[in-house]
């Protein structure tokens, strides 16, 4: 049976809530078999869900350090942000217009590149977000990888090497906060790397249910990450684990500063993309 679909008053508006299982880091780290099980149901049904972090006081400090960074970077001018523009360059730097921005960081640029001058006091703080997060996304995968292959030994970690170059990154967005809804472009996407790692406070991802094809919100829950499957996790699994389609908008219109803090796990460059 679907789950039940609860929904939430945005200004005048009724909109429904995405019903995400909220999975214990803590137990996942404990080895905890019935969440093991919970991550892999949830995974492989919506592909959406919370990871519960309140056990980690510190990386949850860092994230909301990384709020104000972002706001920060934003705020400049764009003249300042254009200088983070990486011409030809889909995973670096900054990219953007009038109502929306995002910049990204690659993990395995971190010792390599000067960060933009505005985020450098962050410089400590960036570093110990992308190593908290990464070690979170190597729990999960390695989660997965026992109801996965419970009788191999597969495990996604061999595709996610420690030491080898990937594309993993940090990414921080802005916006859409557009008065007029309509004026908000659809950008209905999957996600191409291994895991997603969301943190935002307001309503801003809303997610496609596939059991029945209708939208619904994914709801900011403090103290939770928010994680989805992507393609190459989807395609590593045979397709057992969900990619679901989602979209960046806002539930009404009406200018609203929207702020969101990614960690796109992804998985080693040249590695084949292909089930295990
Ligand atoms: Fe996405």
């Not at 991550?39 to 709020?67: C, K, M, N, P």
């Not at 970077?73 to 523009?85: H, R, S, T, V, W």
């Not at 360059?89 to 395995?108: M, V």
């Amino acid at each position: 049976m679907p789950p039940v679909i609860t929904t939430a008053e945005v200004g005048n508006t009724k909109i429904d809530i995405a019903p995400l299982e909220v999975i214990s880091l803590k137990l996942l780290l404990e080895d905890d078999k019935a969440e093991h099980l919970k991550l892999y149901s949830a995974a492989s049904s919506l592909g959406f869900f919370y990871v519960d972090i309140r056990d980690s006081e510190s990386y949850i400090t860092d994230v909301e350090q990384l709020y104000s960074t972002t706001e920060r970077y934003f705020m400049q001018p764009e003249e300042a942000k254009l200088k983070d523009f990486v011409e030809a360059d889909e995973f670096r730097g900054y990219k953007g217009g009038k109502n929306w921005g995002s910049l990204e960081i690659l993990r395995d640029d971190l010792d390599k590149i000067s960060l933009p001058t505005v985020v450098q006091p962050d410089a400590a703080t960036i570093q110990r977000f992308i190593s908290c997060s990464h070690e979170m996304a190597h729990t999960i995968i390695d989660s997965l990888s026992k109801n996965l292959w419970p009788d191999s030994k597969n495990n996604l970690k061999d595709q996610h090497r420690q030491n080898i170059p990937s594309n993993t990154s940090l990414k921080v967005y802005r916006g859409p906060m557009l008065e007029n809804l309509g004026d908000v472009a659809d950008n209905t996407h999957t996600d191409g790397g291994t895991l997603t790692l969301l943190y935002t406070d307001k309503w801003g991802t809303q997610v496609e249910l596939p059991w029945n094809k209708e939208w619904a919100w994914v709801e900011a829950k403090p103290g939770h990450a928010i994680v989805n499957v992507a393609d190459a996790l989807q395609t590593f699994s045979g397709g057992r684990l969900h990619s679901c389609r989602h979209r960046i908008t806002q539930p009404i219109a009406g200018f609203e500063e929207r702020w969101a803090i990614a960690y796109l796990f992804r998985p080693e460059n040249g590695i084949a993309l292909t089930a295990l």
